[in-house]
């Protein structure tokens, strides 16, 4: 059991997050994130055409736990239910992209590096970043 009142210090403390939002028929689908934030209020930055994206435009209800970097969450782990918004505003993107560098230093750099590397080289699908936040009312 966590050991704060809140109840929300493993995700406080989590590297990586299993973010499950919902497709219209109601089934659930899962990915791995990384986070940041603290206390019920969570963000990270994705691509504004990822299913993640499209899924809580239509319906913000979110289920997140923590997970290994591929997903992965033992059986026993605490599922936090809350929303999700998506926000394609200069500041929210610039601040969540600040918070999760301080986080998860080179591996960010490094990933955001190869994003723009793939954009250059026009492989894959161009994709504008947006900020997701995630609102965990325990």
């Given amino acids: ?6 109840g929300l210090s493993d995700l406080d403390k989590a590297r990586y997050v299993s973010l499950t939002t919902f497709k219209r028929d109601g089934t659930a689908v899962s990915t791995p994130v990384w986070i940041t934030g603290t206390q019920g209020r969570y963000a990270f930055t994705t691509g504004d055409k ?3 994206t499209k899924r809580l435009l239509r319906d913000p209800a979110i289920e997140v736990r923590v997970c290994d970097m591929r997903g992965r969450a033992k059986p026993d782990t605490r599922v936090h239910r809350g929303t999700g918004g998506v926000s394609a505003s200069n500041a929210d993107i610039a601040s969540v992209e600040q918070a999760l560098s301080a986080k998860y230093g080179w591996q960010f750099r490094a990933t955001k590096l190869l994003d723009g590397i793939k954009r250059r080289l026009g492989r894959g699908p161009v994709h504008e970043v947006v900020a997701v936040h995630l609102t965990i009312p325990e």
């Fill in 50 to 52: 990822a299913w993640k």
């Fill in 1 to 6: 059991m966590p050991s704060d009142p809140n």
